[in-house]
């Protein structure tokens, strides 16, 4: 499984174990972006910040507090799928691509990766 496509209209999977859930083929990516969607629901006003192109902290390494000095840093694929499900957007996520946002906030660009030893890296 490299893309993982799901309609924003998709039913929540409620019924999933945990490992399903999030050590399956798609690597929890699918229910990042479930959770996100939920949160969205439940927090409009982060989900507007989302819309408008926020990196904001979540869960998975990818947010954005303050801008770093090198101008970039690496994020998770799970939280990318945290962030469009916070936005309503379908998921469609390739993991063997590297996929680059740029924070409205910051300025900051984020490379979404699947591979840890990227963002495994602290930043600076």
């Given at each position: 499984?490299?893309?993982?496509?799901?309609?924003a209209?998709?039913p929540?999977r409620?019924?999933?174990?945990t490992?399903?859930r999030?050590?399956?083929?798609?690597?929890?990516v699918?229910?990042a972006?479930?959770?996100?969607?939920?949160?969205?629901?439940?927090?409009p006003?982060?989900?507007?910040?989302?819309?408008?192109?926020?990196?904001?902290?979540?869960?998975?390494?990818?947010g954005?507090?303050?801008?770093?000095k090198s101008?970039?840093?690496?994020?998770t694929?799970?939280?990318?799928?945290?962030w469009?499900?916070l936005r309503?957007?379908?998921?469609?996520?390739?993991l063997t691509?590297?996929?680059?946002?740029?924070?409205?906030?910051t300025g900051?660009?984020?490379v979404?990766?699947?591979?840890?030893?990227?963002?495994?890296?602290?930043d600076?």
């Amino acid at each position: 499984m490299t893309r993982i496509h799901r309609a924003a209209t998709t039913p929540i999977r409620e019924s999933l174990d945990t490992e399903k859930r999030w050590l399956g083929p798609d690597k929890g990516v699918i229910a990042a972006w479930e959770r996100g969607r939920q949160l969205g629901r439940d927090n409009p006003d982060l989900s507007a910040r989302a819309r408008a192109g926020e990196l904001m902290v979540l869960p998975w390494k990818g947010g954005v507090e303050r801008a770093l000095k090198s101008g970039q840093k690496y994020g998770t694929k799970r939280y990318l799928a945290m962030w469009h499900g916070l936005r309503g957007d379908d998921l469609d996520i390739d993991l063997t691509n590297e996929t680059e946002l740029r924070c409205t906030v910051t300025g900051m660009t984020v490379v979404y990766t699947s591979d840890p030893t990227k963002y495994a890296v602290h930043d600076a």
